[in-house]
C-alpha cells in the first residue's frame, strides 16, 4: 500500500501535466453525453452516436480502493485493448515507477484514493501522449478506465492567449518546480525554447515569443507575450 506518489512518477509526469490539462479539456468538449457500449475485442466504444477506437488503462475498485491495470486483469489481459497499458507498464519499467508496474496498486493510505487514482489516469494519458482519458461504471463501484486511439479525437494546439491560464494549471496539479510543466509543454508543442537564468522563452508559429519568468520557489511569476 503506498500513501504518496513516488518521486518517479511525479518527475516522468510533470512535463505533460500542461498539454495533458489542456487536451483533456478538448477531449471533454468532444464526447458527447448518453448510453455507451464497449466492444473489447474490437478496441471498439459508442457513445451518443459517436464510435472510437480505444484502448484499456485500468479498473478502480471502491470497494478496496485498489487499481488493476488493464495488462494485470485476466478478463482483459489477452485483448487487443490492453495495449496502453502494456505501454505503460513498459515506461515503469523503463523509469523505474512502481505505480505503473505494481499489481495491484493499492491507494487505500491515500486520504483521497479516488483522486489518487485520477492521477493515476492521467499521468498514464500524459506518458502515453493520448488525446484525453475517461472514466465509465463498468460495474457497482468499479470504474472502467480508458483512453482514445482514434483520429477522430481533436488535438489541441499551442496558443500564447491562454497560455498562462494552461501552465498555471498544470503547474498545480503536479506541486513541485513549474519549470518541467514549462518546457514539457513547449517541447510537446515542437516550439523552440531557450532557458536564461529564470527564464524560459519560447516562439509560437506567426512568431509571437513568450517569456515564462519562476521566482526563487521554482514556481511561474510571470508569462509574458512580446
Not at 20 to 36: C, I, V
Not at 104 to 132: H, I, T
Not at 186 to 205: K, M, N, V, Y
Request: with cysteine; proline share 8%.
Amino acid at each position: 500500500m503506498i500513501s504518496s506518489l513516488s518521486e518517479a512518477f511525479v518527475r516522468a509526469t510533470q512535463p505533460h501535466a500542461a498539454w495533458g490539462w489542456e487536451q483533456l479539456e478538448a477531449f471533454t468538449a468532444f464526447m458527447p453525453t448518453g448510453p455507451w457500449t464497449a466492444q473489447l475485442d474490437r478496441c471498439a466504444y459508442q457513445q451518443g452516436g459517436v464510435e472510437l477506437r480505444i484502448s484499456v488503462l485500468g479498473t478502480f475498485d471502491a470497494s478496496d480502493n485498489s487499481w488493476l491495470w488493464g495488462w494485470a486483469n485476466p478478463g482483459f489481459s489477452e485483448l487487443p485493448a490492453v495495449g496502453a497499458a502494456e505501454a505503460v507498464r513498459r515506461f515503469g519499467q523503463t523509469h523505474g515507477i512502481r505505480e505503473f508496474t505494481d499489481e495491484p496498486v493499492s491507494l487505500s493510505g491515500f486520504a483521497d484514493p479516488r483522486m489518487a487514482v485520477e492521477q493515476l489516469a492521467f499521468g498514464a494519458m500524459g506518458v502515453l501522449g493520448a488525446a484525453g482519458y475517461w472514466a465509465v461504471e463498468a460495474a457497482p463501484g468499479t470504474g472502467l478506465y480508458l483512453v482514445p486511439d482514434d483520429p477522430q479525437v481533436p488535438r489541441v494546439g499551442p496558443d500564447p492567449v491562454t497560455l498562462p491560464r494552461v501552465l498555471l494549471t498544470g503547474a498545480g496539479l503536479t506541486g513541485g518546480p513549474a519549470r518541467p510543466v514549462v518546457a514539457g509543454y513547449f517541447a510537446h508543442h515542437g516550439l523552440p525554447q531557450r532557458e536564461a537564468g529564470d527564464t524560459i522563452t519560447a516562439e509560437f508559429p506567426g512568431g509571437t515569443v513568450v517569456d515564462v519568468a519562476f521566482d526563487d520557489a521554482g514556481r511561474i511569476a510571470s508569462v509574458k507575450a512580446g
